[in-house]
């Protein structure tokens, strides 16, 4: 048999290399990332664009004067009439006809000073489509990381016009000797051809680059102006001439903000400097500018190391006016430790490591860390700027305007791979970590809750520095518009997501000292407001009495009047007080409403699944029933075990599941009862008796033994929602559930729950013989009531906790005046709750 060899066709060439540029936009940039691979220190993209568009007339003599001046114009395209004028009912061959001809006297050119290509180079590399150069020598002779791979970049000039020419000298060898090459691309369009006779021409020639520069853009000053500044002793120009697309002044500006948000920022250091020039108006463009903050409210800097899972941090905080703080508030931080003293926000910059195990709240063992090393080696640097000016806290003032200019156009969090953009992250409009949708779930100020606060994505710029050497597994897609979806994507986005609330966390810790001094400030302030007026209702009530009591005892001597008065008078104004000040509670509760709302939204829900599920309970009591009638079906009994075995063995197992169905529909219903919603006085033998109840079955079948102890005997006064104490102690004993799940060895299972009165304070103690506290919270033990923050992941490692349980413990336990602290325990998960309690 013999062996028949594919053939490529030269059309086929052209598609596969067209599918890799849907733009001209982003043939230009691939063209500048060439000269970037080249190690250009400088590159120019200069648009020469006699016709926007196709000009409605155009007389004979004109017509004749550009005809003349086109080597590339066909006489097919010549017009016979004297003028034309174009109709737009003139055929669609006429209309590519005229566009080609007019087109063809636009031009692009693309320089740079890099190392250029010797003959040699250009006919065995940039000829061959395909070319596995870079992906081979990836990195440059200066040290770059190569940005092409795929060997298909000459197909950009294609995109972009129907010819090409290219001038390029190298840096080694003879400074005089150049090689020029042209190129008709029109031949890829043959059918029939086969990619052999598709052919380019290349000779050696003279060449002093800055010379043949000044010479094409001769009358053009400020032009020539910027190539006098430039070293020109090798390197590359390419001129594409016919182009295929309109270039109206909004395209060209277009690419002129593409180039922005490409070109590597300032803070990296590279030296490439792109410019982009319209000789048609050279004020328009000029130098490409990058993105470069001086003024913002914090900066993050952080690095991944893939071997050592470490991910390490600089933090540098700039919103705050240190004078003020030192002269005002220096006493918020008089006990705090570091990072959060004084001296650590006097100083503004901060280091913290953790490992990647500890941020993403990760069991460390060999899945995870083969997951993390396969992410490979990355840099993320941020910037955070308010883009409104407050007088919440010890702000700096700053130009808000400046700053939304600066974030609309440099705003967002962007990958650069090698130091060049990967589209569309960062665009406007691209959230891509869905930084909208957590500020919207979490609401809540800087400062009012710690943890709470989330950025929003108009408020934050960065970049995310990727590799195409330290991260293979962060590809590109086959049409370069975005990074392969995969699970170390996935991974990248978490990590970012997560280093960025480190950030949150900070914040948030030092602003909420502020807050509560705020809040603590406007309650006093208040209480005297309060104190003046119920003084002064209190003063006007006893005189308005005394002269009421005038009238009816007349001038009668009463040797303790003044101190009757007195004493009313004090007693009216408490009483007065304690009336402002529960309004203003009213109002204070006003404020809690939003966050509220999301709640009691899920618990409408539930209510309303719970009254359907009432129905179904009330219905498997009907299995009772099936059960007598399979018992009058089957009256023998050896056939019963025998024949009928697995139809008893379904009726039991219905028994079970509706006792277990009848229980959920009763926990849920009793949770939502009205006298649950009401602050009363409450006992906690009673109410943890109850608690017990609701949840027997659920801990029986799971084995486990929930155990109280009442070592209260002295009667106590604690007035509180049931629901609140429901709220702390069903999310306790469903992470007991889950911890004893997830026990790996054989032990009782048991929860205690220990009360005593020590002082006046109530102290619960809660623990259980489970997992214990998860070991990435060990370092820090109060992360666990952070808000959205749970140890609780799937296979791949993605959160399937809500992680607000503990979350919510705290708050409740908080809005109770009460203190929460975890102890360590030897085995299991510990803890004591402390709540303040009047005496009777």
């Known amino acids: 048999m013999k062996r028949v060899p594919f053939k490529i066709s030269a059309r086929t060439a052209k598609l596969i290399g067209r599918e890799n540029f849907s733009n001209p936009e982003g043939a230009i940039i691939e063209l500048v990332k060439n000269s970037y691979d080249a190690d250009a220190k400088e590159c120019l993209v200069i648009f020469d664009i006699s016709f926007e568009s196709i000009p409605e007339t155009l007389s004979l003599q004109d017509f004749k004067k550009y005809s003349k001046e086109n080597p590339f114009v066909k006489t097919s395209y010549k017009l016979k009439a004297k003028s034309y004028v174009l109709h737009e009912s003139q055929n669609q061959i006429k209309l590519d006809n005229l566009r080609n001809f007019f087109f063809g006297y636009n031009s692009i050119y693309i320089v740079d000073n890099g190392h250029g290509m010797t003959a040699d180079i250009v006919e065995n590399q940039w000829m061959e489509i395909g070319t596995g150069n870079k992906e081979d020598n990836y990195m440059s ?113 277009s690419v002129y903000k593409s180039l922005e948000a490409l070109v590597p920022p300032k803070e990296l250091a590279i030296p490439f400097k792109v410019f982009f020039y319209s000789l048609q108006n050279l004020k328009l463009f000029g130098d490409i500018e990058t993105a470069f903050f001086n003024d913002y409210d ?140 957590r500020s919207a779930q979490s609401p809540a100020g800087a400062g009012q809750r710690i943890g709470d606060w989330r950025v929003g994505p108009n408020q934050i710029a960065g970049s995310v520095k990727i590799s195409r050497v330290a991260n293979p597994n962060l590809s590109d897609k086959s049409d370069r518009g975005a990074l392969v979806e995969n699970e170390s994507f996935t991974l990248l986005k978490t990590i970012i997501t997560d280093i960025i609330n480190v950030f949150e966390i900070d914040r948030s810790v030092i602003l909420n000292p502020f807050y509560l001094d705020a809040k603590e400030k406007e309650k006093k302030i208040r209480e005297k407001e309060i104190r003046v007026e119920a003084e002064k209702l209190a003063d006007k009530i006893i005189k308005q009495r005394a002269k009421v009591e005038s009238k009816i005892y007349g001038n009668k001597i009463d040797l303790f009047k003044e101190s009757k008065e007195r004493q009313e008078k004090e007693s009216y104004q408490k009483i ?248 360590d325990a030897q085995i299991g998960f510990k803890l004591k709750i402390k709540f303040p309690i009047r005496n009777k």
């Open 298 to 437: 914090y900066k993050v800097d952080a690095s991944f190391d893939s071997k050592k899972f470490i991910v390490s941090l600089t933090i540098i905080r700039n919103e705050l006016d240190l004078k003020e703080v030192r002269t005002k508030y220096a006493y918020l931080f008089k006990n705090t430790k570091a990072p959060y003293d004084l001296k650590t926000i006097t100083n503004k910059k901060f280091d913290v490591s953790k490992t990647a195990f500890e941020l993403l709240k990760w069991e460390k063992n060999r899945n995870n860390s083969l997951l993390l090393k396969n992410i490979g080696d990355f840099s993320f640097s941020f910037y955070y700027l308010k883009n409104t000016n407050q007088k919440d806290y010890p702000y700096k003032i700053f130009n808000s305007t400046e700053r939304q200019q600066v974030l609309k156009k440099f705003g967002g969090i962007k990958i650069y791979r090698d130091s060049f953009r990967v589209r569309p992250y960062g665009d406007l409009g691209n959230d891509w970590l869905k930084l909208g949708d």
């Open 576 to 823: 007065i007080e304690e009336g402002f000040q529960n309004i203003e509670k009213r109002d204070d509760d006003d404020a809690e409403i939003a966050q509220v709302r999301t709640l009691a939204s899920l618990g409408l829900i539930v209510s309303s699944f719970a009254h359907e599920l009432k129905e179904v309970k009330n219905n498997v009591d009907d299995i009772n029933d099936l059960e007598k009638i399979y018992a009058k079906v089957v009256v023998d009994e050896n056939k019963k075990q025998q024949i009928y075995k697995d139809g008893i063995n379904i009726i039991e197992s219905l028994k079970i599941d509706s006792k277990r169905i009848a229980h959920w529909v009763d926990y849920s219903l009793t949770a939502i009862k009205k006298d649950k919603r009401k602050r009363n006085s409450l006992k906690f033998d009673t109410f943890f008796n109850s608690l017990g109840k609701q949840w027997e079955k659920v801990l029986s079948d799971r084995d486990i033994s929930l155990t109280f102890k009442n070592n209260i005997v002295k009667p106590y006064l604690f007035r509180a929602f049931e629901m609140d104490m429901s709220t702390i102690f069903s999310n306790l004993i469903s992470n007991s559930i889950d911890s004893f799940n997830n026990l790996k060895r054989l032990r009782e299972r048991k929860i205690n729950i220990n009360v005593i009165l020590i002082r006046n304070n109530i102290e619960i103690t809660y623990s259980d013989t489970g997992t214990g506290l998860p070991k990435v919270f060990q370092k820090n033990k109060d992360e666990i009531f952070l808000p959205f923050t749970t140890s609780k992941k799937d296979k791949d490692g993605n959160d399937i906790g809500t992680g607000l349980g503990m979350y919510l413990v705290k708050n409740v336990v908080s809005d109770n005046n009460g203190l929460i602290e975890l102890i």
């Open 141 to 253: 002779e200066d040290g770059r990381v190569k940005t092409g791979a795929k060997g298909i970049g000459r197909f950009a000039l294609d995109r972009l016009g129907f010819l090409s020419e290219m001038w390029t000298i190298p840096k080694e060898g003879n400074k005089t000797i150049g090689t020029y090459w042209n190129m008709n691309w029109r031949q890829f369009d043959n059918a029939k051809g086969s990619l052999g006779d598709v052919t380019a021409g290349q000779e050696d020639l003279r060449l002093d680059l800055k010379q043949f520069l000044k010479l094409q853009f001769k009358s053009k000053i400020r032009l020539l102006n910027k190539l006098n500044e430039i070293d020109f002793s090798s390197g590359t120009v390419i001129k594409i001439s016919s182009l295929k697309d309109s270039w109206l002044e909004s395209n060209q500006d």
